[in-house]
């Protein structure tokens, strides 16, 4: 296989449908998303025995969807763009995503590779999406505590 050219990182992600992070994959970007979603379900497998629907880019071709059909027992969709479409529209479901790699740009480690080995830029991911999570449990105990009596 011809490998592209390119510097730089990919992330792959998969993530539940409120945005939080599930399994995070880096790795160099000359690597196709077809090599990187299979890593992705390597990693995957046991850990997310509940899921059964996964919502996938474009960019993701069969090979990938009969693999997890086959060793994750997940059905996958593709999200494609309808063809009278022009400029830019928000994609069903694909939206998710964006919104989660938005969260993990405001880290200033993650909103560019420092780091030389793609294992610890998974690590800041998750170091990233836990402090997301750390965020949302925080703001909603602060909701549901009642306010103290001033006298």
């Known amino acids: 296989m011809a490998e592209k050219k390119v510097s730089?990182?990919?992330r792959h992600i998969v993530v539940d449908t409120l945005g939080l992070l599930l399994v995070v994959v880096v790795q160099a970007a000359s690597l196709s998303d077809t090599e990187g979603a299979l890593d992705v379900g390597a990693k995957m497998r046991g850990r997310c025995p509940r899921l059964r629907h996964i919502w996938a880019d474009q960019g993701y071709k069969d090979t990938m969807i009969g693999w997890f059909r086959q060793w994750l027992h997940v059905v996958v969709e593709v999200v494609?763009?309808?063809a009278e479409q022009r400029g830019f529209v928000v994609q069903p479901k694909r939206w998710i995503v964006e919104r989660t790699f938005g969260w993990f740009n405001r880290q200033r480690q993650l909103s560019k590779e420092y780091d030389v080995y793609p294992e610890t830029t998974e690590q800041w991911v998750?170091?990233?999406?836990?402090?997301?999570?750390?965020r949302r449990l925080a703001r909603q105990q602060r909701a549901?505590?009642?306010?103290?009596?001033?006298?």
Not at 126 to 134: E, N, P, R
Not at 144 to 151: D, V
């Open 80 to 82: 494609t763009r309808p």
């Open 8 to 10: 730089g990182r990919k």
């Open 126 to 134: 998750y170091l990233a999406s836990i402090q997301v999570m750390m």
């Open 144 to 151: 549901t505590q009642p306010h103290p009596i001033q006298c």
